[in-house]
């Protein structure tokens, strides 16, 4: 996946506080022969808005199938397809874009340019990198559905009770996690396993830990100074379990929520709907937003990205191509 690091601007709202959560395996399909329904895979998430374009579009047959955002079962699905010659969706969701590059690789042939398919206007208007997951050899294979942006989520409740101020930067970030494991053993400021450390700390600080640069080129270097900074930072924060290494989606994560551990956590922008009351526990209007902090010799926060997702249509759609795009640019 190609580092999306994005100026984190629409994080300055105030208080952003906490709604609600949210919740399908599928497969089948048709020829690709141009004929008949336009088939179209999305996950549980998505299913509502596929549901009412289809309803706004009458005329068009439409046949939606759920499917699971596990990695790897779109490709695997699609690799089954392109064996029997059948049953390629005409529009699929990914819930993990880093598989578009596989999906458009000439092994498996499935995702079409969409160049010529949706207007550049279109395409322009998409927040800038965020198309850089969809982007390669100069053509667009995909569109984003959303991009997940990262945020300082933090709890305003305990800030104020332990008289701690929101960090502007890392460094203030890292004094404030360490003071608080101190005085309140068990408190944690983040989370650092799996994409959860290398969107948020790495993808922030602009580190390349999968830079897609083609079809057939990964790009990976750790040993650069933006990425051995946040080895620096982290460090400090994991000796004192100020930062914990159990998984925000891990079921096991709610007790900090519970016993009122979580003081801040940097995370994607969607876990304000749907994890901080309905998976961590927390109490409404208590969590609050702030634009992720700034690295050393960075006056502009930056966010990078956990989550998000992609529209593709399949290079097999053949006479529904135009349906399929309009589908995915809706």
């Known amino acids: ?30 020829s690709g022969d141009g004929k008949g329904e336009l088939l179209v895979w999305v996950d549980n998430t998505r299913m509502p808005a596929a549901q009412q374009y289809k309803k706004a579009h009458p005329d068009l047959k439409m046949r939606i199938v759920t499917i699971p955002p596990d990695a790897g079962y779109v490709p695997t699905k699609i690799s089954l397809a392109n064996r029997t010659r059948s049953g390629w969706p005409d529009v699929v969701f990914l819930a993990n874009p880093a598989e578009a590059a596989t999906l458009a690789s000439e092994k498996f042939g499935y995702a079409a340019p969409l160049d010529g398919l949706v207007p550049k206007s279109v395409r322009d208007g998409f927040t800038p990198g965020s198309l850089d997951t969809c982007t390669f050899d100069g053509k667009t294979y995909c569109l984003r559905n959303d991009i997940a942006p990262t945020v300082l989520w933090y709890d305003a409740t305990l800030m104020k009770r332990y008289g701690y101020q929101v960090p502007k930067t890392w460094a ?14 068990g408190t944690i400021v983040g989370a650092v396993n799996g994409k959860y450390g290398a969107g948020i700390y790495f993808g922030s600080s602009g580190c390349p830990t999968r830079d897609t640069l083609s ?31 159990v998984v925000p989606i891990d079921p096991g994560f709610s007790k900090f929520g519970k016993d009122d551990k979580i003081l801040m956590l940097p995370a994607p922008a969607w876990f304000g709907d749907f ?31 956990v989550g998000g997702g992609a529209f593709l249509v399949s290079s097999h759609a053949d006479g529904r191509t135009k349906e399929a795009a309009d589908l995915v640019r809706a």
């Open 1 to 30: 996946m190609k580092r999306w690091r994005a100026a984190s601007l629409a994080a300055s709202a105030a208080a952003a506080l906490v709604l609600s959560g949210c919740g399908g395996t599928g497969g089948g399909g048709r």
């Open 172 to 185: 203030e970030y890292q004094q404030t996690g360490l003071k608080a494991a101190e005085e309140h053993p």
């Open 215 to 245: 079809l057939t080129e990964v790009h990976v270097d750790l040993s650069r100074p933006d990425c051995t900074r946040v080895a620096d930072l982290l460090q400090p924060l994991a000796r004192k379990k100020a930062v914990t290494t």
């Open 275 to 305: 994890m901080f009351a309905p998976a961590f526990k927390v109490p409404g209007g208590r969590i609050a937003a702030a634009p992720m902090p700034t690295w050393p010799g960075e006056s502009t926060p930056y966010a990078g990205q």
